[in-house]
């Protein structure tokens, strides 16, 4: 089947359902109020995640062939969706948040009986095979995508520039491996080009968006799922080790801010501005430019996973690479937030 017309049809039902929710955001009180945190003028509708999970869903329902793991899929994206709508207007607790999540992981995982069943060959001529630790894995894994996400949603476009990089890269992997799957990410793509069309406020007629917890919770969910299910093709699309690098910023970023936050005594998921946006912003930098630089080193990540995937690099060869990486993206935001803060001290 031609993957333009669902795309098409992905993206029309995403613009219209922006249109359609938007002014019930309004009226229920769904937006997004301007404080130290966030910086922006008047209260902004989250409605993002909500258009982004309508389009899909009707888009699904009318291009995917139907199946157990596919209705699964949209039951626990739907709660998980419901989920950030909740947070999104009542400001739900960390613990709140943190349950409620490995219940829709736990649900989608028993559900489909799809999860992580190997890390693969990174520590050389063994496979680490992970049994039944597998599912712990995976939820793991589905929280850290969300929370990455999330920590990433600092600027008009950056996290839903971010996710079109990593739907792409899986769609690519998905298609190269001829499976049925492809077309998901695919309507991912479509359906979040329409959200920056409002986010970035593309048009003087278009009302500036965001797309709420509800939207981040969504999407890391999504990519999650699409990558742990890419595993459990009768031949895996991607090697475990790739995932790394196709989410690359936003779990670089994560990562490094934990650690900074843990070091001096906060808690994990405690609120602040010490995200790679935040830093730009400190330099001076517009927060235009930082959307372009971050989406490009984002891009460039991304396709050196593909390309080392794809000429069979060893698998141990990236992770040491991803972690070579990782200790130079840490040692130099710490470097410059230090600058920074001497400047204004």
């Known amino acids: 089947m031609d993957f333009w017309l669902p795309l098409t049809i992905s993206f029309i039902l995403s613009f219209l359902a922006i249109k359609i929710v938007n002014p019930i955001a309004i009226k229920t009180g769904l937006v997004d109020y301007p404080c130290a945190r966030k910086v922006h003028e008047g209260h902004i509708p989250l409605v993002g995640g909500i258009a982004i999970y309508l389009s899909i869903m009707l888009a699904s329902v009318l291009f995917i062939e139907q199946s157990r793991d596919l209705n699964i899929y949209l039951v626990a994206a739907a709660l998980v969706l419901f989920l950030g709508v909740l947070d ?56 850290a995508g969300i929370n990455a996400i999330n920590m990433m949603d600092g600027i008009d476009g950056l996290a839903g520039s971010l996710s079109l990089i990593a739907f792409a890269a899986i769609a690519f992997f998905l298609n190269k491996a001829a499976s049925d799957w492809f077309l998901l990410p695919t309507l991912f793509i479509a359906s979040l080009l329409a959200y920056l069309m409002f986010n970035l406020k593309l048009h003087k007629s278009f009302s500036k968006i965001f797309m709420g917890d509800s939207g981040n919770m969504l999407i890391g969910l999504s990519l999650v799922w699409l990558m742990v299910l890419s595993q459990n093709l009768e031949t895996p699309a991607f090697k475990p080790v790739t995932a790394l690098y196709i989410m690359g910023v936003p779990i670089l970023d994560m990562a490094t801010v934990i650690i900074r936050r843990l070091k001096s005594g906060k808690s994990a998921f405690s609120a602040d501005r010490q995200h790679l946006h935040h830093l730009f912003e400190a330099a001076g930098y517009s927060r235009t430019f930082a959307l372009i630089f971050i989406s490009s080193f984002a891009t460039i990540i991304a396709v050196l996973g593909c390309g080392a995937d794809i000429f069979l690099v060893p698998e141990w060869v990236m992770l040491a690479t991803f972690i070579i990486l990782f200790i130079g993206y840490a040692v130099v935001t710490q470097h410059v937030w230090n600058k920074i803060e001497k400047k204004n001290s």
């Open 88 to 143: 999104d207007r009542y400001d739900l607790s960390v613990k709140t948040r943190l349950v409620a999540q490995v219940i829709v992981a736990s649900l989608m995982i028993f559900g489909t009986e799809i999860h992580l069943n190997s890390l693969g060959f990174i520590l050389g001529g063994l496979e680490l095979k992970l049994g039944p630790l597998g599912i712990v894995v995976t939820i793991v894994a589905v929280i």
